[in-house]
C-alpha cells in the first residue's frame, strides 16, 4: 500500500515538470491507475504553471534581498559607485591659489566628460578619486563613466558625452586602435580631447588635443638600468611579466628588454606571466625557484605580482639570495620598500589625473595646451623611500 | 579496447609525469610534488564539486564568481573571529548555491543559462561589495594560518584538496546520494520512476558546489592576506576542464572522482612543467587547449564505443 502511495507521488510530481503531460497519463495508464486518478494529475499539472509563477517572484525577492543586505555591510566601507557618478562643485568651494575658472565663464561651469576604460583595478580606481578631487580643486563639474572594460560601452559612454555637449572630453582607454573610431566622433564634434594614462595614439591621422602619461617604455629602461648597475652587469634574473597581450606589459616589456640587452652577461633564466596578480605571481614564482638554483634579481612588471613573489621567495627560504624591483608605486609595495630588505625599488606610475583636469579645464579656457604632457616616473627605493611613501594617498 | 580506453587519463598523466622527469631534474622533488598540489588547491575543490554537477548532466560556470565573493566579504569580516567568518562564508555559497539550484530546478532554466546569469552577479556583488579595489588590511594571522601552515611539511592547502576528493570519492561511491548523482545524470525520468527525487538531488549538488566556491575563496583571502575582488577568474573553466580531463562526459551520468583527480595533476604537471621549462607565456594556453581537445576525442570515441554496443544487444 505505502509503495503504491509513493508510486502515486512519483507520477503526480513528474506531471508536474513535464512541458507534455499526454505521455505520463498514457504511462499512467499503462500503470493501471484509473480515469479518477489521472484527472487528478491533469489538474496538478495545471496547478504548476502557477506555482511555477510563485516560485520565480520568489527567487526575485530572494536576490533582491541579498542585494539589499549586501549593500547595507559594503555601505560602511564603501562609497555608491554607479555606472555613471557626477561630482559637483563649486568655484567657491575651491581654493583661492588654484587656477578657478576664467571669469567669462563664471556663471556657467564647465563641465568635462570622463570616460574610465574599467574600474576594478585599484590604479584606475584611484586614477577616478584623483579626477574627482581635482575637479572640486579647479571648479569644474566632472562626468566619469565606466567602460566595464569593454570597448563598445566605451564608445557609447564617448558618444553620450558627445551628446551632452560637454566642454571637454577626458579618455583613459586600454582598447588600443578600436577606440580610435570614438576619437574621430570627438574631434568632428569640435570637443577638445585629452587621452590620459592611457595608450598615445599610433597612428599620426588621430585627432586628439593633449596627450598626458607617463612613459612606459621609460619605465622599462629605468628599471633595467637599475637591476644592471645593482647587480653590476652580470647575473641571473627571474622576469615576471603581466598579461602578455595587455598595453602596458608590451610598452614596459619593450623597453626592459631593449635596455637589458645591452648587458650581455645579465642572463633573463625565467619569464613567465602573473597575470598582474598576487596569486598567480607566487605559484609562478613558487615554480621558477624550483627551477633555478641561483636568482640575483627579479623584475616583476606591477607591484601586486612583486608582493606575491616576495611570499614565494620567503616561503622558499631564499630572501637573502635576491632583490626585487618593480612597478606602479602603490601603497602597499612602499610600505615593503620600507620595511623589508628584499622589495627594492619600484618605479611610480603616476595614478593622478590632477594634470590631465588642469589641462581640460586650461583648454576650455581658450588657452593653447602642450600636445604631449610627460609625467615623471621617478624610481623609489630605501634612499628616497621617506620623501615618497604618504600614508595617506588613495593608491 | 573498453579497458583500455577507462586508463587513458592516468597513462597520460605517467607519460607526463616520466616525460616531466627526463625533462628537469628539478621535477620529481618532494618540493614540487607538494607546490603543484598546494597550489592547485582552490581549483580542486572546484573540481570536485564541479564533477558531482557535471555527473548529473548539469553545469556551474557561476564558481569563478562565487570564489571571488567568498574572497572579498571573508577579508571584510574579520573582526567576527575565524570561525565566524567560515560560517558567513559557508552560507553566502549556500544561499548563491541554492538559487541557482531553485532557478534550475523549479523555474526550469538550462544550468548553463541560470549559473552563467549568477556568474555576471555574483562578480558584480563582489565589484560593488568592494568598490572594485582589493581590502588589503585586516586578515587576521589566525586567519592566514588555515592556508599558510603546514603539518608535516606538507602545506595545509595540498591536505584539503586530498581530503576533499577523498571525501567526494565516498559519498560519490558507497553513500545512496552518490548513486542518486549517477542515476539523474543517466536519465532524469528513469530515475523519477524510480522514486529519486531529482529536485532535491540537482538542488544539493549546486549548493555542495556554492559551499565548496565559498570555502575556496576563503583560502585565497588566507593565502593571500587581503581580499582580492578579481580572484577567482576563469576557475569555472579550469575546474570543467579538469573533470573533462578526467573522463567524466559532459552529458552526465559517466565519469568518476579519482578520475578529476587525474585530471587535476595532469593540469597541475603541465603548468609546473610550463614554467620549469621556461615556455613562453603566450604558448602556454595552447598547451592547454590541445589537453582538453585530446580528452575529449577521448570521451566522444568511448561515448561511441558503448553506443555501438548497445544497439548490437
Known amino acids: ?395 | 579496447m573498453k579497458k583500455i580506453n577507462r586508463y587513458i587519463p592516468v597513462m597520460s598523466m605517467v607519460v607526463l609525469v616520466i616525460l616531466g622527469s627526463l625533462l628537469s631534474d628539478k621535477f620529481l622533488t618532494f618540493r614540487n610534488i607538494v607546490n603543484m598540489v598546494q597550489f592547485s588547491a582552490e581549483t580542486g575543490l572546484l573540481a570536485v564539486a564541479m564533477t558531482l554537477v557535471i555527473l548529473t548532466g548539469g553545469i556551474d560556470l557561476s564558481v569563478g564568481s562565487i570564489v571571488a565573493l567568498a574572497a572579498v566579504v571573508s577579508a571584510n569580516n574579520q573582526h567576527l573571529g575565524v570561525v565566524p567568518v567560515f560560517l558567513l562564508v559557508i552560507v553566502i555559497g549556500a544561499v548563491l548555491g541554492s538559487i541557482n539550484g531553485l532557478v534550475i530546478t523549479k523555474a526550469k532554466v538550462e544550468p548553463f543559462m541560470a549559473t552563467l546569469a549568477m556568474m555576471a552577479i555574483a562578480r558584480a556583488l563582489t565589484l560593488w561589495y568592494t568598490n572594485g579595489g582589493p581590502i588589503i588590511r585586516g586578515v587576521s594571522d589566525g586567519f592566514q594560518s588555515i592556508a599558510n601552515a603546514s603539518i608535516f611539511n606538507i602545506p595545509l592547502p595540498a591536505i584539503y584538496v586530498v581530503a576533499a576528493f577523498i571525501i567526494g570519492y565516498i559519498a560519490l561511491n558507497r553513500t545512496p546520494f552518490g548513486r542518486h548523482v549517477m542515476a539523474v545524470g543517466g536519465g532524469e525520468e528513469t530515475s523519477r520512476l524510480f522514486g529519486i527525487n531529482v529536485e532535491r538531488v540537482k538542488m544539493s549538488v549546486y549548493i555542495i558546489s556554492g559551499i565548496l566556491a565559498a570555502l575556496a575563496g576563503a583560502l585565497i583571502t588566507a593565502r593571500l592576506g587581503m581580499g582580492e575582488p578579481r580572484s577567482g577568474y576563469d576557475y569555472e573553466l579550469t575546474a570543467i576542464s579538469m573533470v573533462i580531463v578526467g573522463g567524466t562526459s559532459l552529458t552526465g551520468g559517466r565519469g568518476t572522482m579519482e578520475g578529476s583527480f587525474i585530471g587535476l595533476i595532469i593540469f597541475a604537471v603541465v603548468m609546473n612543467l610550463m614554467n620549469l621549462l621556461n615556455i613562453s607565456p603566450y604558448v602556454q594556453p595552447i598547451v592547454r587547449g590541445v589537453i582538453i581537445v585530446l580528452a575529449a576525442l577521448v570521451i566522444s570515441r568511448r561515448g561511441k564505443l558503448s553506443l555501438i554496443r548497445t544497439t548490437m544487444e
Not at chain 1, 489538474?43 to 541579498?66: G, H, N, P, Q, Y
Request: some cysteine.
Open chain 1, 1 to 395: 500500500m505505502q509503495i503504491r502511495q509513493q508510486q502515486k507521488g512519483v507520477m503526480v510530481q513528474y506531471c508536474k515538470t513535464t512541458a507534455n503531460s499526454d505521455d505520463y497519463i498514457f504511462l499512467a495508464q499503462k500503470k493501471g491507475y484509473s480515469t479518477q486518478k489521472i484527472t487528478k494529475i491533469e489538474e496538478d499539472f495545471e496547478m504548476s504553471a502557477k506555482r511555477l509563477l510563485r516560485m520565480v517572484s520568489l527567487i526575485i525577492a530572494v536576490t533582491l534581498f541579498a542585494g539589499v543586505m549586501l549593500t547595507g555591510c559594503g555601505a560602511t566601507q564603501t562609497q555608491d559607485t554607479k555606472a555613471q557618478t557626477t561630482v559637483e562643485s563649486t568655484a567657491a568651494a575651491a581654493p583661492a591659489s588654484t587656477a578657478a575658472p576664467a571669469t567669462e565663464n563664471n556663471d556657467k561651469k564647465i563641465v568635462v566628460g570622463f570616460s574610465q576604460c574599467v574600474m576594478n583595478h585599484p590604479f584606475r580606481i584611484a586614477n577616478v578619486e584623483s579626477a574627482k578631487q581635482a575637479a572640486e580643486k579647479y571648479g569644474v563639474e566632472l562626468i566619469v563613466t565606466d567602460g566595464q572594460g569593454d570597448v563598445n560601452k566605451e564608445i557609447a559612454n564617448i558618444e553620450s558625452f558627445i551628446a551632452r555637449k560637454v566642454d571637454v572630453i577626458i579618455v583613459s582607454s586600454l582598447s588600443g586602435k578600436a577606440i580610435y573610431p570614438a576619437y574621430k566622433q570627438v574631434a568632428a564634434a569640435g570637443i577638445p580631447l585629452i587621452i590620459a594614462a592611457s595608450g598615445v595614439p599610433d597612428d599620426p591621422s588621430i585627432p586628439y588635443t593633449s596627450y598626458v602619461a607617463t612613459d612606459e617604455v621609460i619605465m622599462g629602461q629605468t628599471a633595467a638600468k637599475y637591476i644592471a648597475e645593482k647587480l653590476g652587469g652580470k647575473g641571473n634574473l627571474a622576469y615576471i611579466r603581466g598579461v602578455a597581450e595587455s598595453t602596458n606589459s608590451e610598452l614596459r616589456h619593450r623597453g626592459f628588454t631593449e635596455e637589458i640587452a645591452k648587458y650581455p652577461d645579465i642572463k633573463i633564466v625565467a619569464k613567465q606571466s602573473g597575470e598582474w596578480l598576487r596569486l598567480p605571481a607566487m605559484q609562478v614564482m613558487t615554480n621558477i625557484l624550483q627551477a633555478n638554483d641561483k636568482i640575483d634579481a627579479v623584475f616583476s612588471e606591477n607591484d601586486e605580482m612583486a608582493l606575491g613573489a616576495i611570499e614565494a621567495i620567503k616561503k622558499a627560504g631564499r630572501e637573502n639570495e635576491m632583490f626585487v624591483v618593480s612597478m606602479d608605486a602603490q601603497k602597499e609595495a612602499l610600505e615593503a620598500i620600507k620595511n623589508t630588505k628584499i622589495f627594492d625599488m619600484t618605479i611610480k606610475n603616476e595614478w593622478s589625473l590632477d594634470t590631465a583636469v588642469k589641462l581640460a579645464l586650461d583648454v576650455a579656457n581658450g588657452k593653447t595646451i602642450e600636445k604631449r604632457v610627460l609625467l615623471d616616473s621617478p624610481a623609489i627605493n630605501k634612499d628616497n623611500i621617506d620623501k615618497m611613501y604618504d600614508p595617506n594617498s588613495i593608491f
